[in-house]
Antibody
């Protein structure tokens, strides 16, 4: 059974750097074809893909956020980390991590973590 | 970017009746190499994370009731709930995983009439 869980701060100030960790079980990020993605959802709004990382360390980012995002993995800890620099109130959202395999969409999602950017 | 547009934004359907949601992509998401449409449908209930219902436009995810079905190809897709149940009240999103950036539709809210 695949499970993912996001952890990190629930409140952060503008201009600070946000770090959210996804801890997973039930799969390995060393397995060919496996990836973990990040998706966010502002309150009451639609889903927005941020990026994902693959088993071979290939990474893809949303072009609109690419200069602010970094996704890394720690295969020994079964974790993927999302870092977003210079946050703004517009970055207030629930941040989800999700599992995928090559050719398939995100099939298992974490519960999400609501991050509020405010002074 | 591939823009995904859903219609309607919301709909109210009587219990036991059919619900139909449409999704249009701004360009084809059909892979000519394997003839698969890289289109997925998700269900999101309040306070929950999205749940995968359908992938490759028409393949039902394991455990998803057969009242949910997907159809379409190229740029035009449909999610059908054949007989709406109370537990189907949710927001439904289409999602293309063909190109980068991955994109989602704006969502369709389904309620009971």
């Amino acid at each position: 059974q695949i499970t993912l869980r996001e952890s990190g701060p629930t409140q952060i100030k503008p201009t600070e750097t946000l770090t959210v960790t996804c801890t997973f079980s039930g799969f390995s990020l060393t397995t060919n074809g496996v990836g973990v993605g990040w998706i966010r959802q502002p309150p009451g709004k639609a889903l927005e893909w941020l990026g994902h990382i693959y088993w071979d360390d290939d990474k893809r980012y949303s072009p609109s956020l690419e200069n602010r995002l970094t996704i890394t993995k720690d295969t020994a800890k079964n974790q993927v980390v999302l870092t977003m620099t210079n946050v703004d109130p517009a970055d207030t959202a629930t941040y989800f991590c999700a599992h995928r395999q090559t050719g398939r969409p995100f099939d298992s999602w974490g519960q999400g973590i609501l991050v509020t950017v405010s002074t | 970017d591939i823009v995904m547009t859903q219609s309607p934004d919301s709909l109210a359907v009587s219990l036991g009746e059919r619900a139909t949601i449409k999704c249009t992509s701004s360009r084809s998401i059909l892979s000519t190499s394997n003839n698969k449409n890289y289109l997925a449908w998700y269900q999101q209930k309040p306070g929950q994370s999205p749940k995968l219902l359908i992938y490759w436009a028409s393949t039902r995810e394991s455990g998803v009731p057969d009242r949910f079905s997907g159809s379409g190809s190229g740029t035009d897709f449909t999610l059908t709930i054949s007989s709406l149940q109370a537990e189907d009240v949710a927001v439904y999103y289409c999602h293309q995983h063909y190109g980068t950036p991955r994109t989602f539709g704006q969502g369709t809210k389904v309620e009971v009439k």
